[in-house]
């Protein structure tokens, strides 16, 4: 069975700000990276456990193309002093990289995203660090969370 959310590494407000900044698109983002979107049963069990963990993530790339621009993930680890070093390291279940979308064109479409992976315009060596926490993010939470942020976009 596939749950109906996603498990998220959300970036403290700090390095959203800094994320940010690179920002050259319509719809900006920079807040979350996503580990497990609509994870099935042993995903979900498994970062279930892991939620509220504090998390480091280290980038190494920043890709863009007509359509969209991020920050690409190489490493992530979360904070247990119990665990071994690669125990703690976390990894994205789903299809594609882990990555920071900065921010993109307005109407684009996920699957369209793709693209920046395979089909960059601009890539650059960009090496350095974020830090978040691990969430769940429900879908209804989310509607609500993209409708705020939406209607705050328009005021702007």
Do not use: C
């Not at 069975?1 to 800094?18: C, E, I, R, T």
């Not at 690669?86 to 996920?110: F, N, Q």
Request: aromatic letters at 14%; hydrophobic letters at 30%.
């Amino acid at each position: 069975m596939n749950h109906n959310g996603y498990f998220a590494v959300k970036l403290d407000k700090s390095w959203q700000d800094v994320i940010t900044r690179s920002a050259t698109m319509d719809v900006v983002r920079g807040d979350h990276i996503t580990l497990a979107y609509k994870p099935d049963d042993i995903a979900f069990s498994r970062y279930t456990k892991l939620v509220g963990k504090r998390v480091n993530a280290y980038i190494d790339e920043y890709r863009k193309n007509e359509n969209i621009e991020a920050f690409f993930v190489t490493d992530m680890f979360y904070d247990s002093y119990r665990l071994t070093e690669s125990e703690k390291r976390l990894e994205r279940v789903d299809e594609g990289m882990a990555h920071i979308t900065v921010s993109h064109k307005k109407g684009l479409k996920p699957k369209e995203a793709s693209t920046m992976f395979t089909n960059p315009t601009y890539k650059k060596q960009s090496i350095g660090y974020v830090e978040g926490t691990l969430e769940w993010i429900d879908f209804k939470k989310q509607e609500t969370i993209w409708y705020e942020r939406n209607n705050n976009q328009k005021k702007w």
